[in-house]
T-cell receptor
Framework: KNEVEQSPQNLTAQEGEFITINCSYS?????LHWLQQHPGGGIVSLFMLSSGKKKHGRLIATINIQEKHSSLHITASHPRDSAVYIC????????????????FGKGTKLSVKP | DTGVSQNPRHKITKRGQNVTFRCDPISEHNRLYWYRQTLGQGPEFLTY????????KSRLLSDRFSAERPKGSFSTLEIQRTEQGDSAMYLC????????????FGSGTRLTVV
C-alpha cells in the first residue's frame, strides 16, 4: 500500500463544476503539499499546509491531521485547470533523519471540458 | 531570479551511454532535490543536498547514478551505462532550509534511452 493515496485517479468535469480531489496518507507529516503538473512536465506548488484550510483564488485546500486526510477543491472549474494534481507529504522524523524526502501520490488527472 | 532551471529539457541516448543533467536552483535556496518520475506515476525521491553536502540518497539511486553539487549552487546528476529502465522525467527542486515557502520545481529533463 502506498504511503500517499489519491482519489480519483482520473476525473472529467464540465466547465463550471465544483471539483474535489482527495488525499490520504499513512505517515506522520510535518506538511502536506498540493502540486499541479501540466503536460510539459513542470510542477507548480499550489499549497503547503500543516493544519486547517488555505484558499488561493478558486482553489481551496483543507487538511485533517487526526484523520490523515486532505482535499483540494476547485470552484467554477475551467478548461485551463486541466492538469495532473499531485498530493505530496513531508514526513516527520522524530529522531534525527531529515525532512528532505517528499513522498508523492500518483496524481489525479483532471480534464475540464468546455 | 528565473526559478529553477534544468538542462537539457529532453535527452535521447543509446543504451550504454552516459548522460549528465544540470539543475540551477533559486539562488537563495540552500537545499536542492532530485526526483524521478515515470509515466503515470508520481515523482520518486532520489537524493538531496544541503549546500554542497549530499544528505540523503534513496535506494533507487544505484551505483550507476551520481549527483554532485560542488559549490553549493548548481547540481549535476549523471547516469552511467544507461538502461532502458532509466527512461523517465528527472525533476529538480529547491527550497530554503526552513521549507517556509515550500518547494520550487524545475520543468524537468525527459530522458529516453533507446
Amino acid at each position: 500500500k502506498n504511503e500517499v493515496e489519491q482519489s480519483p485517479q482520473n476525473l472529467t468535469a464540465q466547465e463550471g463544476e465544483f471539483i474535489t480531489i482527495n488525499c490520504s496518507y499513512s505517515v506522520g507529516i510535518s506538511a502536506l503539499h498540493w502540486l499541479q503538473q501540466h503536460p510539459g512536465g513542470g510542477i507548480v506548488s499550489l499549497f503547503m499546509l500543516s493544519s486547517g484550510k488555505k484558499k488561493h483564488g478558486r482553489l481551496i485546500a483543507t487538511i485533517n491531521i487526526q484523520e490523515k486526510h486532505s482535499s483540494l477543491h476547485i470552484t467554477a472549474s475551467h478548461p485551463r485547470d486541466s492538469a495532473v494534481y499531485i498530493c505530496a507529504v513531508s514526513p516527520y522524523m522524530v529522531y534525527g533523519g531529515s525532512q528532505g524526502n517528499l513522498i508523492f501520490g500518483k496524481g489525479t488527472k483532471l480534464s475540464v471540458k468546455p | 531570479d528565473t526559478g529553477v532551471s534544468q538542462n537539457p529539457r529532453h535527452k535521447i541516448t543509446k543504451r550504454g551511454q552516459n548522460v549528465t543533467f544540470r539543475c540551477d536552483p533559486i539562488s537563495e535556496h540552500n537545499r536542492l532535490y532530485w526526483y524521478r518520475q515515470t509515466l503515470g506515476q508520481g515523482p520518486e525521491f532520489l537524493t538531496y543536498f544541503q549546500n554542497e553536502a549530499q544528505l540523503e540518497k534513496s535506494r533507487l539511486l544505484s551505483d550507476r547514478f551520481s549527483a554532485e553539487r560542488p559549490k553549493g549552487s548548481f547540481s549535476t546528476l549523471e547516469i552511467q551505462r544507461t538502461e532502458q529502465g532509466d527512461s523517465a522525467m528527472y525533476l529538480c527542486a529547491s527550497s530554503d532550509r526552513t521549507l517556509r515557502n515550500g518547494y520550487t520545481f524545475g520543468s524537468g529533463t525527459r530522458l529516453t534511452v533507446v
